[in-house]
């Protein structure tokens, strides 16, 4: 165990009213420190900045365009960031700005800086405070919510726990929200469709995706080998009792019993492909069932323009998705390999160790 956790609030948390909840905000560092203390190396996710700018600017959320909400974003995070700043320094604490976009984890080398980046923060006991890159991040380069930004975060520092701090007590059957009958989840031992099922959207103006989000952030962060928590941001001592005292609290997901090498998470979560290779049957099964690295014998077709050590999708002759890999070779050599009348033998398109199947 290297007692390294990430911590994401949500805006639900650390909002109120449309504007920072500081009472909250000095509960979470008071907590952040005090495990610190006792030897945790911690990274705090943190949103409302949306939410903090709007409230300075007076600003409605109802009517806001992408821009506006950008430039809310731009001038929130400003005060979120002084606020943590003057916080953690009470407690003699550094805190670092780390604001990602989709395209910053998609690329492998800008994923290995951010991973170095974290490593020297943490080894030197400073706090780094995540967020989403709003100013920059629209459609086509977003995560989409910080929930799955956190689940990439635990992965790419290796953290033995996901800590999601919401405005509800855990995973519900239903939305309690709506459904008043709706049942509190303890545990969860695996992920699948029933689970998936029981989450719904968010819950108040300021959160984003709701449960949905959180429970696909649970499904990354579990299979890169973390326990994840969905708890209530607002219990009292909730980081203590769940760190140090390990009490039973909100919903716990257990790490998935085969968790995903590092690359192969990158390869399944993070990347992105540049182009498409299409294969036989032959050439599925040895991937899928045998393990096997995907050789030239079995290429059938190719779509896209990519180079040498690009990230490719990898589908069936009939267009299926069954998984992504690294291409060992550029899609002309392909192009130009596919052309000759007898195909070389043994050339491998995609090492065993650059495949991820689905
Ligand atoms: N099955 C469920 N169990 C619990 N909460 C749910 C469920 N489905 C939807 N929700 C909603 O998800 C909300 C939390 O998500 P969200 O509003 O995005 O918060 P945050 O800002 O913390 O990310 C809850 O307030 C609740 O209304
Ligand atoms: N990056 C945005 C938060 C986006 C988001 O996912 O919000 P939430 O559902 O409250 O965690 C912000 O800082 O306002």
Redesign the pocket.
């Known amino acids: 165990m290297k007692n390294r956790v990430v911590v994401?609030v949500?805006?639900?948390s650390i909002t109120i009213d449309g504007t920072i909840n500081h009472e909250q905000l000095e509960k979470l560092t008071t907590q952040i420190a005090y495990l610190t203390r006792k030897g945790f190396e911690v990274v705090l996710v943190s949103?409302?900045?949306?939410?903090a700018g709007l409230g300075r600017l007076h600003w409605e959320r109802e009517t806001l365009t992408l821009p506006q909400k950008q430039a809310a974003?731009a001038v929130?995070?400003g005060l979120l960031m002084h606020r943590y700043e003057q916080l953690f320094q009470c407690e003699g604490l550094h805190v670092a700005q780390i604001l990602l976009t989709s395209e910053d984890v998609s690329d492998r080398k800008r994923y290995i800086n951010a991973k170095n980046t974290f490593q020297t923060l943490l080894q030197n006991g400073i706090i780094p405070i995540v967020?989403?890159n709003?100013t920059v991040a629209v459609d086509e380069i977003k995560f989409g919510?910080?929930?799955r930004l956190a689940a990439l975060v635990t992965a790419v520092v290796e953290a033995d726990a996901l800590l999601l701090l919401t405005d509800i007590d855990g995973l519900y059957t239903d939305n309690p929200k709506e459904n008043p009958d709706a049942k509190k989840i303890d545990i969860i031992e695996a992920i699948d469709e029933s689970v998936q099922k029981m989450a719904k959207g968010?819950g108040s103006k300021?959160?984003?995706?709701g449960m949905a989000?959180k429970i696909e952030a649970a499904r990354i962060a579990t299979l890169s080998g973390a326990t994840v928590t969905i708890a209530n941001g607002s219990l009292p001592w909730v980081l203590k009792r769940l760190f140090i005292e390990k009490e039973l609290i909100g919903t716990k997901f257990l790490p998935a019993k085969e968790t995903m090498k590092h690359k192969k998470q990158w390869l399944a979560f993070a990347s992105k492909a540049q182009g498409k290779i299409y294969i036989d049957s032959g050439a599925t099964q040895a991937i899928h069932q045998n393990n096997k690295s995907l050789l030239l014998a079995g290429l059938r077709n190719i779509s896209g323009d990519f180079c040498a050590g690009s990230v490719i999708e990898i589908c069936t002759e009939e267009g299926l998705v069954i998984g992504k890999g690294i291409s060992g070779l550029s899609s002309g050599e392909l192009r130009m390999l596919l052309k000759e009348e007898t195909l070389p033998k043994g050339v491998i398109v995609v090492h065993k160790n650059d495949l991820f199947i689905v």
């Open positions: 994401k949500g805006s639900s949103s409302g900045a949306v939410a974003a929130g995070q967020n989403e709003d919510d910080n929930d968010a300021a959160g984003t995706g989000t």
